[in-house]
């Protein structure tokens, strides 16, 4: 009954082994992550994945990532325990954590690495709470980050039923030297119209534009990226383009004039110490 209502409303159900499974490992997912946020989100873990300028393949940032394990459930991925915490609430604190432990993680690099552009991800539900600008603005002040060096990234394609707020709440961001990015720009909510109402500084290309750039029958992604591109320019907005997987997308996007780069190219997404090593590596080229 309720997978039917969840998920198949109006429609005659019939009961499924495989249906039971998934219900009762989402209760099980539910109950281990209300025991990893209750014992100091343990099991959570942020895993960075580089930003690279392309005129000197050198790393110039990272995103962070949330990564899960739980006592007893070793094997989620992103995509559902994301949407289990979603689902019944504990998305919010949760969100506040990897909000601390991304500015945290920033300051914690500054003095060794320098500078370097730290993004994390917010949905549309967390812009709109009513603790978020208070607890990011505490954040900064703890850590005593650089406000500039992070950025926000909207990340979500939900319908946006309140533009005008979430538009206030960008242009407050922004005033207090925030970044704020458009994730997966292209798809579901991160629309061209979007940008009539929203003041953004990043425009984030979704990585299904740029995946197969490199093969035969695929010049319509090259049109399409290089004119969102030349858009982005044109409104004075920077841009990140995602997804870049190998070393012949990577040559063609640099060559667009991007502001940043970002993919398996370079990195898949790595725990601190890997993305240390990194950086070192860096740092003994420049």
Known sequence: MEYAKTNRRGDLVFFSVEI????????????????????DFRGFELFFQPFVNPGTNLIAGCECLLRWKGEKIKDSYPMEFIKVLEDYGGIREVGFWVMEQAIKQQVAWRDTYGELQVSFNVSYQQFMDEDFENRLI???????????????????????????ELASMFDRLRGRGFKVALDDFGTAYA??????????????????FVRELSEPGHDIDYVIIDNLLRMCRRLGY?????GVENGKVADIVGEMDVTLLQGYYYSRPVCRNDFEKLLEEDKQQS
Not at 20 to 37: C, M, P, T, V, Y
Not at 139 to 164: A, F, H
Not at 191 to 208: G, P
Not at 238 to 242: A, K, L, R
């Open 238 to 242: 920077d841009s990140i383009v995602e």
């Open 191 to 208: 629309s061209l119209e979007m940008l009539k109402c929203l003041h953004v500084d990043y425009i984030k290309v979704e990585h299904s």
């Open 138 to 164: 505490s954040y900064v002040e703890k850590y005593g980050v650089n406000p500039s060096y992070m950025i926000i990234e909207l990340t979500e394609s939900c319908q946006v039923d309140k533009p005008q």
């Open 20 to 39: 039971a499974r998934k219900h009762e490992r989402g209760l099980a997912l539910r109950e281990d992550l209300n025991q990893s946020i209750k014992k």
